[in-house]
């Protein structure tokens, strides 16, 4: 997880981070779920 910048990804205004396995995280969004969703969605096009 060394490569995963916590810090910035706090930064952002997410409620947290799970490190839920040495090659997996968890974001936790909230109540803005669905616009991240949209957005990541966006980006895979």
Same mark, same amino acid.
């Given at each position: 997880?060394?490569?995963v910048d916590q810090k &910035?990804?706090?930064n952002t205004g997410v409620y947290?981070?799970?490190i839920v396995g040495p090659n997996s995280i968890q974001v936790i969004v909230g109540a803005n779920?669905?616009?991240v969703a949209d957005e990541i969605e966006k980006? &895979?096009?």
């Open positions: 997880m060394e490569k &910035r990804i706090k947290g981070i799970n779920v669905q616009f980006l &895979r096009k």
